[in-house]
């Protein structure tokens, strides 16, 4: 027992303080102005002094997206460590952790419903589930999505959010890009349209497949979007990139993006695109 502690307790000062369930502040992470947490989720978690745009979790990316009453698909079922991975963990113990953390099986959750009455199936990449890692749940699930847009005969909409590959599965996870690859292709043959928004970060893998592949490609302010990390690229060319390399913005500019939109317009953005690409007679 220290000495301030000894004191204390000799004042009575025995009192514990009291705790909430979760903080009230948070900080931006990019302005560092302090945000009273219920005002900055309020503003789907953009700062209201930077227009800084935060990381959503699936659930909040889908009552944002879809109109009420969208139905969650059921979440695929697939072989789990395939590989008997260990790092300096167990493989099943860092989905379990994962698992507790969050209320999805795994990080890529589709919706199905309307976007403003037009209909629409979402999936949405969730980064707070192991980094929004690609694995074999991540590819099933995309792929599932993809077959539902084609039996309703309307968009699909894609919200990435990634670090890349799950590296626990291998081989097996680099398997989801060419999986991935062939549903995008289906749906093309379908006439269907395939609508990537980019948001932060969206790196790795995901980049090199179906992140990429969309008819209209939009982005969130600020996301990060590339393949592999900046201080790599700069390592192997060995040249210095240019200020806001791999940024929304700069992918804009150089034809990368289609758009840059702000996540308040993200819906009606949304619902206008499908309004010139969607087929006449969804479902």
Known sequence: MNWFTR???SLGFTQEKKTTEKDLW???SNCQE?????DYEANVKVCP????????????????????GFELLPMPEVTEDPLGFKDTKKYTDRLKAARAANPHRD??????????????????QDFSFMGGSMGMAV???FCKGAEAAIARRCAYIVVTAAGGARMQEGILSLMQMPRATVMTRRLKAAGLPYIVVLSDPT????????????????????????????????????????????????LHKHGMVDMVVERHNLRATL?????????????
């Open 203 to 250: 790196t790795g893998g995901v980049t090199a497949s179906y992140a990429m592949l969309g008819d209209i490609h939009i982005a969130e302010p600020g996301a990060l979007i590339g393949f592999a990390g900046q201080r790599v690229i700069q390592d192997t060319i060995r040249e210095q990139l240019p200020e806001g390399f791999q940024r929304a913005e700069y």
């Open 26 to 28: 948070i900080k931006c």
């Open 34 to 38: 302090m945000l009273f947490v219920q």
């Open 271 to 283: 619902a206008q695109v499908l309004d010139y690409l969607a087929p006449v007679k969804a479902a």
């Open 49 to 68: 002094s930077c227009g800084h745009h935060g990381r959503l979790n699936a659930d909040a990316r889908l009552a944002m997206l879809l109109d009420p």
């Open 7 to 9: 004191v204390r307790n």
């Open 139 to 141: 590819g099933e699930a």
């Open 107 to 124: 990080a890529f959750v589709v919706g199905s419903g309307h976007i403003d009455t037009r209909p629409a199936v979402v999936g949405v």
